[in-house]
């Protein structure tokens, strides 16, 4: 049974660039949420997403934006990169009807750097 | 909006040892859950642990257990017979009721904390 799983594992972009960052879900889970992670802090929320549409969003920019797919895969895309962009981003996956008791189940992480 | 706060950067233990981090957190809800995670080198986060505010009884998943105190927001996480390979960094984590109106869905997650294992 697939965890979840993030393409690329690591990223070098240029400042100003865009970049799309790709997770799928574990086996059986219908929703994903993005976390950014910067060096030695905890995650932070970005935003969720459920049936194709976001549902909740934390306190980023709308220079981050998202996209989930048909088969619950998503895209976290990312415009104008600043310098202050450079982390570890953390896809991870539930399902809508279960046990919030459970938490999620994350993936291994996009290391992002922006030069 | 809530906040979680791990006041510990870093910890030491003797394996064998017993350890225990710490963990408060502030909300004006009355009902959420907590987690702690651990996150390897490998940086995925794995769930070590789980508590439901509304139980009072204190979680345990086998040597891994936790101290919470609901009216002081607290929330530590004791590890018994230290391994090494416990070396991690420990996050704590709050979650809203979902739909409850208090916030994202997502995690409210602490700065964390790096846990060193001597052999």
């Known amino acids: 049974d697939a965890g979840v799983t993030q393409s690329p594992t690591h990223l070098i972009k240029t400042r100003g660039q865009q970049v799309t960052l790709r997770c799928s879900p574990k086996?059986?889970?219908?929703?994903v949420s993005w976390y950014q992670q910067a060096l030695g802090q905890g995650p932070q929320f970005i935003f969720q997403y459920y049936e194709e549409e976001e549902r909740q969003r934390g306190n980023f920019p709308d220079r981050f934006s998202g996209h989930q797919f048909p088969n619950y895969s998503s895209e976290l895309n990312v415009n104008a990169l600043l310098l202050g962009d450079s982390a570890l981003y953390l896809c991870a996956s539930s399902f809508q009807s279960g046990d919030p008791n459970y938490g999620y189940t994350f993936g291994s992480g996009t290391r992002l750097t922006v030069v | 909006a809530q906040t979680v706060t791990q006041s510990q950067p870093e910890m030491s233990v003797q394996e064998a040892e017993t350890v225990t981090l710490s963990c408060t957190y502030d909300?004006?809800?009355?009902?959420?859950?907590l987690f702690w995670y651990k996150q390897p080198p490998s940086r995925q986060m794995i769930l070590v642990i789980r508590q439901e505010a509304y139980k009072q009884q204190n979680a345990t998943e086998n040597r891994f257990s936790v101290n919470f105190q609901k009216a002081a927001k607290s929330f530590s996480l004791k590890i018994s017979d230290s391994q090494l390979g416990d070396a991690a960094m420990y996050f704590c984590a709050y979650r809203s009721l979902p739909y409850s109106g208090g916030g994202a869905d997502g995690l409210t997650f602490g700065k964390g904390t790096h846990l060193i294992i001597q052999p």
């Open positions: 086996s059986g889970h219908d929703t």
């Open positions: 909300t004006s809800e009355s009902d959420y859950y």
